[in-house]
């Protein structure tokens, strides 16, 4: 009997590579398949086939008021490896109305977070 490839279970720490520039993000993937960004936002992760996960996390924005300026639906399919992972993908950033305003690729480079 073979034994599943290990999953992305843990808390990683990412850079986040957009169009108008990179940021640094905390994600955690708990093993019952929720995703959480520790700044806000949460989601699922699941497993593709061996090696391979995708993510999909919502993320409120906030004004610089302090109040809710829509959100970003991040989709990202991931090749993971025992202390990185990559990952290419969309963000759809929907305004306080829920509209859609712009899509954005995304690409991520994370390693375990000690």
């Known amino acids: ?3 599943a490839s290990p999953g992305p ?3 990683w720490a990412a850079q986040v590579h957009r ?3 990179t940021s640094s993000v905390v994600v955690h993937f708990t093993p019952q398949g929720q995703a959480f960004l520790l700044s806000g ?3 699922r992760w699941w497993r593709d086939r061996p090696g391979r996960f995708r993510f999909s996390v919502a993320e409120a924005m906030v004004n610089q008021a302090g ?3 829509g959100w970003v639906r991040i989709e990202q399919e991931a090749v993971l490896e ?3 992972f990559t990952s290419q993908g969309t963000s759809s950033v929907h305004g306080e109305d ?3 305003a712009y899509d954005a690729e995304v690409t991520i480079v994370a ?3 000690a």
Request: charge should be neutral.
């Open 111 to 113: 390693r375990r977070a």
């Open 82 to 84: 025992p202390d990185q």
């Open 19 to 21: 169009p108008l520039g």
């Open 41 to 43: 936002g949460s989601g």
């Open 67 to 69: 109040g809710f300026s």
């Open 98 to 100: 829920g509209a859609l």
């Open 1 to 3: 009997m073979s034994q």
């Open 9 to 11: 279970e843990g808390s």
